[in-house]
Structures are given as structure tokens and as C-alpha cells.
């Protein structure tokens, strides 16, 4: 029997006008520094806070608690949270799967105008959000407000692309039948977003799943627990019915593998490292008791990402791209340029000058809005400098390898870089999560591609080059989701760079683009004959 859900207060709203991006806020104005700064202030007297689960409306507090800490003042609390276990997994997943039956059916204005009533209110706070990113997971301003922005775009984009889907016909009209086709959505998902980008990532992902009629389950990285609540309290203060998002805390072997193989789970969206996606990728494979269908998956897993430099290029710009790409956010982007591959001509040339541009980034608080800051947590800052230490027998140290000591014991590197390395070394191949950048140098374009292919990865890449031949071959050649010519392989741009990659990369889902909801959905078809 169809259920109903209880009267929503969702302001009805729908798009105005085409889809533009939202423009970053200009920190170098008076005022908007003034105002990003009063935005610390403001979220540094709500620090430390306790934050329930929220299990299809209800608040849940727990014996077992775990906190957030500022990675750039390891002392400073900036939530604390519930650790959930097997019995809140399954406590959200039933949540999840009895308002899924309701809230299937509920007009699709309704979802749009959920969507675009939180975007308003994550706008009129867009400070607020910029200020949470910088104490929780140590974004600089611009990398915050970039994240903010993004989160913006896939609320208005996936708003927009709900009614498109909604509007889809079959190819043809079948003589003496009328045919439908239909987008259904899946059932319950659990949306399982990365540290790195807790905000944009977390909200594309659930944006996506509820706007076409899904229920979620949102686990979110332990590392930035609070982001994600603050975002589902305003969902909520939207107007989204209970139990259609569902927020569950806790660890990924007790509760994050108690979701994955839930039999009610329908799908699972993840963004994070290879190891754990192929993980859940495996577990979701394997029907459980119960299960009547095939679950599905959703994976962006990261890269070894490679910006490739011709000797015909402009050198001072593929510098700027190539600093930009690897030491944005401290390299802590499944985009990073974690590679420069520098034809032969022009690689001593480069070196210097990447040499000279490192010494000029600055590392200290976020709340200073320095070009880089910290890490994300004591553990990811002992497995950079355990790499930064391979790769000192790897290659040619030519800028920074060590920490950098503060007086707050914040979790910082040096930006490095390594020169003349291999292209089978463990620093050319892996993907290190940090600000180490590895140069490697190429005799030719051909070889540079070459290169730029030979890992397991295939997320982004770049190439600066002004001969049309090089760029024609790249685009052909050079085997990766999302390949920028000229300009830095970092920064993907909602509508414009639908996003997702090949290989390790993941499922290639291409975030931010038209065929993402399509992947939160069934197709359906229906014929019916018509009388003679």
C-alpha cells in the first residue's frame, strides 16, 4: 500500500533562468575579509558542541562518543559525536526504507524546491560554511569558499537536471501504442562522502539521490563529522521530511561495513581512497539474505594525477598551474597534480623556477589564510613523511621533505618536491594524499604521454602545450576523466567538467554532469496499445 509522508513546509520554488555557476567571493575586498573573519569568530564560540545522530527524525545520543579536532590545533575540539555501531546502521537503514515507501511518490516539486530552499539558506551563511571548512578539515579561505561554491552549484544543478529527467520520452512512438519512459528511483543509499571535501561532496551525493525520490543514509568521514551535521540541520530547517536523510556517525569497519551489506541497502555512493572503495565494491557484490536485487555502486577513488609540460610551452604558466594543482589544499585532492612530466628542453629551466615558486608558499593556521595549511590528522602526516622518506632514495630532493613545527602541534609539511625520479618509483605511482609533488622528465611529447598513462590511475591530467598537434594527441591519448589543455587539471567546475575518472579512478559517475542522476535511478518503460 502507498503511504504518505506528513505535510512537508518546503517552500515551492523552481529554477530561474540557465544554470551559472556560483562566482567565488573575492577575499582581497574590505569587506568580504572583514565578514570571513567575523565568520570565525562566530563558529569559534560553537566549537566543541555535542551533535546526535538523526535516525528518521529522532535524536540520538550514545554511551560511545568520538570528537573532531582542528588539524591545525590538535587541541581544540571542534565537535563531539556519537559512535554508532551495527544496531544504528541498521536502526538508519530501517528509517531510511520506511519513509523511502512515502517519499517515492512525493512531487517532484517538492524535492526541487527542497533542494533550492537549502541552497538559499547555505548561501545567506556561505561565511559561516567557509569559517566550519577551515577549523574542521584546514581549508585557506579561497579553498573553503571554492568548496561552498561547489555545494551551491550541485543543489541548483541536480535541481535543474530532476526536471529534465522528468521530462525524458522514449525514441519513438511505436505505430498504434502510446509509450512512456520513466526514471524510478532506486530505494535506500548509503552516501559515504570523503574528509577532503565534507561539504560539496556530501551534499552532490545526497542532492542527487533525494532529488530523484531516493532515501539516504549519510555516514560521514570521522575526520569532518561536523560539517555534515551542520548540513543536514539546515536540510531540515529546508523543510526535508524525517527519515529521508539520515545521519549516522561511526567508524567504517563496525558501522560503514554494517551499511554496505545491509540487505535493504539499494546503493552505495562512495568518494574516497582505492583500497576502501574496492572494498565496498566487493562486499555491495555479494547479495545478502534477503536481498532481491543487484546493488549498485558509485565510486570516485582518487589518482596519481599528471600534468604534462611541452618543451613549446609557457613556462612561467605550466609553473603556476603546476604549484596551483599540487600544493592547493596540501595536495590533499584526488586531483592533485601529484606529477609533472617536463620534456627534456626545457626541464632544467622548469626545476628552477618550480624551485623558486615553492619558497614562496606560505604554511601556517587556515584562519590566517595562508596558501597552504595542515594536513588532515597526525596519521595522514606520518604516512606523507614516511613517503617523503622513499622518496629521498627515489629521487632528487629539490624542496622541502620534513615537517614544519608549530607552536599549536598542527599537522604540517613542508611543500616538497622530488626531481629526476623514475617512473616506476613508488612516489611516481602511488597516491600520497599530501603536498609532494614528483617531477620526471620526458624526451619527448610522445614519451611524456607515455608516462602520463603508466599508472593504474585515470582521474585528471593537463598538458601545457601551444601546438595544436600536442593538444590534438592529448585529447586522444592521454587516458583520463577529465584532461584540461592549458590551465591546471584541479578546480572542476559544476556543469562545465563533469567529473569522475577511468581505471582506479572509479566508476567514471561524472558528478556534476547530465548523466549523474541516471545513476540514482531505473529506467522504466511502459506501452500501452491503443484502441483501433
Given at each position: 500500500?502507498?503511504?504518505?509522508?506528513?505535510?512537508?513546509?518546503?517552500?515551492?520554488?523552481?529554477?530561474?533562468?540557465?544554470?551559472?555557476?556560483?562566482?567565488?567571493?573575492?577575499?582581497?575586498?574590505?569587506?568580504?575579509?572583514?565578514?570571513?573573519?567575523?565568520?570565525?569568530?562566530?563558529?569559534?564560540?560553537?566549537l566543541g558542541r555535542e551533535y546526535p545522530l538523526i535516525l528518521g527524525g529522532e535524536r540520538v545520543l550514545l554511551p560511545s562518543k568520538f570528537?573532531?579536532?582542528?588539524?591545525?590545533?590538535?587541541?581544540?575540539?571542534?565537535?563531539?559525536?556519537?559512535?554508532?555501531?551495527?544496531?544504528?546502521?541498521?536502526?538508519?537503514?530501517?528509517?531510511?526504507?520506511?519513509?523511502?515507501?512515502?517519499?517515492?511518490?512525493?512531487?517532484?516539486?517538492?524535492?526541487?524546491?527542497?533542494?533550492?530552499?537549502?541552497?538559499?539558506?547555505?548561501?545567506?551563511r556561505k561565511f559561516e560554511f567557509c569559517a566550519w571548512l577551515v577549523y574542521e578539515v584546514g581549508k585557506n579561505w579561497a579553498e573553503a569558499d571554492a568548496e561552498v561554491a561547489e555545494c551551491l552549484d550541485f543543489l541548483d544543478f541536480y535541481?535543474?537536471?530532476?526536471?529534465?529527467?522528468?521530462?525524458?520520452?522514449?525514441?519513438?512512438?511505436?505505430?498504434?501504442?502510446?509509450?512512456?519512459?520513466?526514471?524510478?528511483?532506486?530505494?535506500?543509499?548509503?552516501?559515504?562522502?570523503?574528509?577532503?571535501?565534507?561539504?560539496?561532496?556530501?551534499?552532490?551525493?545526497?542532492?542527487?539521490?533525494?532529488?530523484?525520490?531516493?532515501?539516504?543514509?549519510?555516514?560521514?568521514?570521522?575526520?569532518?563529522?561536523?560539517?555534515?551535521?551542520?548540513?543536514?540541520?539546515?536540510?531540515?530547517e529546508a523543510g526535508m521530511p524525517a527519515g529521508v536523510v539520515n545521519l549516522l556517525q561511526g567508524d567504517g569497519p563496525h558501522c560503514g561495513n554494517a551499511l554496505v551489506e545491509h540487505p535493504k541497502v539499494r546503493f552505495i555512493a562512495f568518494t574516497g581512497s582505492r583500497p576502501v572503495g574496492l572494498e565496498i565494491h566487493e562486499k555491495a557484490a555479494k547479495p545478502r539474505p534477503g536481498q532481491i536485487w543487484i546493488k549498485r555502486t558509485i565510486l570516485e577513488l582518487g589518482g596519481k594525477d599528471a600534468i604534462v609540460v611541452a618543451s613549446d610551452a609557457n613556462v612561467d604558466e605550466a609553473v603556476e598551474g603546476v604549484l596551483a594543482a599540487a600544493f592547493g589544499y596540501s595536495g590533499q585532492k584526488c586531483s592533485a597534480g601529484s606529477r609533472a612530466i617536463v620534456e627534456d628542453p626545457i626541464y632544467d629551466v622548469f626545476l628552477e623556477k618550480i624551485r623558486a615558486g615553492v619558497e614562496s608558499i606560505s604554511v601556517s593556521d587556515p584562519k590566517e589564510n595562508p596558501r597552504m595549511g595542515p594536513v588532515i590528522s597526525e596519521a595522514a602526516r606520518r604516512k606523507v613523511l614516511g613517503y617523503i622518506e622513499t622518496g629521498k632514495t627515489e629521487g632528487r630532493l629539490i624542496a622541502g621533505g620534513g615537517p614544519v613545527a608549530t607552536e599549536d602541534d598542527g599537522y604540517y609539511i613542508e611543500p616538497t618536491v622530488f626531481a629526476d625520479v623514475p617512473q616506476g618509483a613508488r612516489?611516481?605511482?602511488?597516491?600520497?594524499?599530501?603536498?609532494?609533488?614528483?617531477?620526471?622528465?620526458?624526451?619527448?611529447f610522445s614519451e611524456a604521454l607515455e608516462i602520463a598513462n603508466g599508472t593504474e590511475f585515470g582521474l585528471t591530467g593537463a598538458v601545457y602545450s601551444s601546438s595544436p598537434a600536442n593538444l590534438d594527441r592529448a585529447r586522444r591519448e592521454f587516458h583520463v576523466g577529465n584532461l584540461y589543455l592549458n590551465r591546471k587539471?584541479?578546480?572542476?567546475?559544476?556543469?562545465?567538467?563533469?567529473?569522475?575518472?577511468?581505471?582506479?579512478?572509479?566508476?567514471?559517475?561524472?558528478?556534476?554532469g547530465p548523466d549523474y542522476l541516471l545513476h540514482f535511478t531505473q529506467a522504466k518503460t511502459v506501452a500501452e496499445r491503443l484502441s483501433r
Amino acid at each position: 500500500m502507498q503511504t504518505t509522508l506528513a505535510s512537508t513546509q518546503i517552500p515551492h520554488r523552481m529554477p530561474r533562468g540557465r544554470f551559472e555557476n556560483e562566482p567565488f567571493t573575492d577575499f582581497s575586498h574590505g569587506r568580504h575579509g572583514h565578514e570571513m573573519r567575523a565568520a570565525l569568530s562566530l563558529v569559534g564560540d560553537q566549537l566543541g558542541r555535542e551533535y546526535p545522530l538523526i535516525l528518521g527524525g529522532e535524536r540520538v545520543l550514545l554511551p560511545s562518543k568520538f570528537e573532531s579536532r582542528n588539524p591545525a590545533k590538535p587541541a581544540e575540539v571542534i565537535g563531539v559525536h556519537q559512535s554508532g555501531g551495527v544496531g544504528e546502521a541498521g536502526a538508519a537503514v530501517e528509517a531510511a526504507f520506511t519513509t523511502f515507501t512515502a517519499w517515492q511518490y512525493a512531487p517532484l516539486e517538492d524535492r526541487v524546491s527542497l533542494l533550492l530552499r537549502t541552497a538559499e539558506l547555505i548561501r545567506e551563511r556561505k561565511f559561516e560554511f567557509c569559517a566550519w571548512l577551515v577549523y574542521e578539515v584546514g581549508k585557506n579561505w579561497a579553498e573553503a569558499d571554492a568548496e561552498v561554491a561547489e555545494c551551491l552549484d550541485f543543489l541548483d544543478f541536480y535541481a535543474r537536471e530532476a526536471l529534465r529527467l522528468a521530462g525524458s520520452e522514449t525514441p519513438i512512438q511505436y505505430p498504434g501504442e502510446r509509450d512512456d519512459l520513466s526514471y524510478l528511483p532506486l530505494g535506500v543509499g548509503a552516501v559515504i562522502p570523503p574528509w577532503n571535501f565534507p561539504l560539496a561532496i556530501a551534499a552532490g551525493m545526497t542532492a542527487a539521490a533525494i532529488v530523484t525520490g531516493n532515501t539516504v543514509v549519510l555516514k560521514p568521514s570521522p575526520e569532518a563529522p561536523t560539517i555534515a551535521a551542520r548540513f543536514v540541520d539546515v536540510l531540515e530547517e529546508a523543510g526535508m521530511p524525517a527519515g529521508v536523510v539520515n545521519l549516522l556517525q561511526g567508524d567504517g569497519p563496525h558501522c560503514g561495513n554494517a551499511l554496505v551489506e545491509h540487505p535493504k541497502v539499494r546503493f552505495i555512493a562512495f568518494t574516497g581512497s582505492r583500497p576502501v572503495g574496492l572494498e565496498i565494491h566487493e562486499k555491495a557484490a555479494k547479495p545478502r539474505p534477503g536481498q532481491i536485487w543487484i546493488k549498485r555502486t558509485i565510486l570516485e577513488l582518487g589518482g596519481k594525477d599528471a600534468i604534462v609540460v611541452a618543451s613549446d610551452a609557457n613556462v612561467d604558466e605550466a609553473v603556476e598551474g603546476v604549484l596551483a594543482a599540487a600544493f592547493g589544499y596540501s595536495g590533499q585532492k584526488c586531483s592533485a597534480g601529484s606529477r609533472a612530466i617536463v620534456e627534456d628542453p626545457i626541464y632544467d629551466v622548469f626545476l628552477e623556477k618550480i624551485r623558486a615558486g615553492v619558497e614562496s608558499i606560505s604554511v601556517s593556521d587556515p584562519k590566517e589564510n595562508p596558501r597552504m595549511g595542515p594536513v588532515i590528522s597526525e596519521a595522514a602526516r606520518r604516512k606523507v613523511l614516511g613517503y617523503i622518506e622513499t622518496g629521498k632514495t627515489e629521487g632528487r630532493l629539490i624542496a622541502g621533505g620534513g615537517p614544519v613545527a608549530t607552536e599549536d602541534d598542527g599537522y604540517y609539511i613542508e611543500p616538497t618536491v622530488f626531481a629526476d625520479v623514475p617512473q616506476g618509483a613508488r612516489i611516481a605511482q602511488e597516491e600520497i594524499f599530501g603536498p609532494v609533488l614528483t617531477i620526471l622528465r620526458a624526451a619527448n611529447f610522445s614519451e611524456a604521454l607515455e608516462i602520463a598513462n603508466g599508472t593504474e590511475f585515470g582521474l585528471t591530467g593537463a598538458v601545457y602545450s601551444s601546438s595544436p598537434a600536442n593538444l590534438d594527441r592529448a585529447r586522444r591519448e592521454f587516458h583520463v576523466g577529465n584532461l584540461y589543455l592549458n590551465r591546471k587539471c584541479t578546480g572542476a567546475m559544476v556543469g562545465a567538467h563533469p567529473f569522475g575518472g577511468f581505471n582506479m579512478s572509479g566508476t567514471d559517475s561524472k558528478a556534476g554532469g547530465p548523466d549523474y542522476l541516471l545513476h540514482f535511478t531505473q529506467a522504466k518503460t511502459v506501452a500501452e496499445r491503443l484502441s483501433r
